[in-house]
């Protein structure tokens, strides 16, 4: 099997390898040319030879699209980049990473960028960028290279927390997002500070620069303080004196408040939504019970008011 060439250039593009396979013997360009014919000739051991005449379209190649996902782990000096690459632009992408700044121009050329690429391409990639400053925003982009040139994602920002040794640093994952506390026990964090205990229900949670951590509860004590030296004793901002976090009981988280000199329950969050689920049932029963009535008398008057009731009557 030979290719003859390429008819209106003279041959020189294409050629058959060992395994009977066409392929080009240089880069086309669809500026160029964005079309080649060629014609093959099979011949067999005994001379027969047959030929076959094909028209190669050039795709128009065109820089790689990549995406620039939210960036996820934000800590103090850290941060991880996830990007994906789109499409590739008909042409073998050779790199892809991030580019971060503080200026709102982030470009791979740009003054005051720091370029990180991927270990290798892939479709889906992260990039962890380590250095970064304690409380600043920084501008993001993810870019793909290839042929044709480099493309960039989405640009996005993010800011640094003030630390790295967060309430949650020294936690074991548990799965589903949950974390396990050695003295505060199972917490669901999430990135807005919220944070969800197993047992005293969500909580807005502030490290104290001092050490220990604030929590804010709406359904008791508001702002309270604690850290792992002291719990379950906890201090109240409110009414500036401690309490002892006795447990669950009776589906109550039970508190005993030394300023009150008293025990204190409130209902955990199970209960209340039984609560509130009973309250719903019984309002739809009232209601389904005041239909009931309300059919029943105009039921009544109907029968009463009828032509039937009526001649009743009258007989």
């Known amino acids: 099997m030979e290719s003859l ?4 250039f003279g041959g020189g ?3 058959i390898d060992h395994n009977g396979r066409l392929t080009t013997t ?3 360009d669809y500026e160029t040319q964005n079309s080649y014919s060629i014609r093959v000739r099979a011949t067999d051991k005994d001379g027969l030879s047959v030929e076959k005449d094909f028209v190669v379209q050039v795709k128009n190649a065109f820089v790689p ?11 103090a000096q850290r941060v991880k980049i996830n990007g994906e690459i789109l499409a590739n632009g008909y042409s073998p992408i050779n790199e892809i990473g991030a580019v971060i700044s503080k200026q709102q121009s982030v470009k791979l050329d740009d003054e005051g960028t720091v370029i990180k690429p991927a270990n290798k391409v892939s479709q889906k990639f992260d990039i962890l960028m380590i250095g970064l400053e304690p409380e600043t925003t920084y501008y993001f982009r993810t870019y793909a290279i290839n042929g044709e040139g480099a493309s960039y994602g989405a640009l996005q920002r993010f800011t640094t927390t003030n630390s790295d040794n967060g309430p949650w640093t020294q936690t074991k994952s548990i799965g589903n997002g949950w974390v396990h506390s050695e003295w505060l026990g199972d917490v669901y964090p999430t990135e807005n500070n919220w944070v969800y205990h197993s047992e005293l229900g969500w909580l807005y949670a502030k ?10 509860s709406k359904d008791f004590l508001g702002w309270f303080w604690t850290d792992s030296k002291v719990y379950p004793f906890v ?11 006795k447990g669950i009981m009776a589906q109550h988280r039970v508190f005993f408040h030394f300023g009150q000199n008293s025990w204190m329950a409130v209902a955990s969050e199970e209960l209340t939504k039984k609560r509130e689920s009973k309250k719903e049932a019984a309002k739809k029963g009232s209601s389904r019970q005041t239909e009931k009535k309300e059919a029943s008398v105009w039921g009544k008057n109907r029968d ?5 009731s009526t ?5």
Request: proline share 2%; glycine share 8%; aromatic share 18%.
């Open 5 to 8: 060439g390429e008819k209106d």
């Open 13 to 15: 593009w294409f050629t």
């Open 26 to 28: 240089q880069v086309l």
């Open 65 to 75: 699209i990549v995406r620039t996902e939210v960036a996820t782990g934000i800590k």
């Open 207 to 216: 490290q104290n620069a001092s050490g220990g951590v604030w929590f804010y």
């Open 235 to 245: 201090y109240s901002n409110k009414s500036r004196s401690w309490a002892y976090y």
């Open 304 to 308: 009463e008011k009828s032509p039937e």
């Open 311 to 315: 001649a009743r009557q009258k007989r």
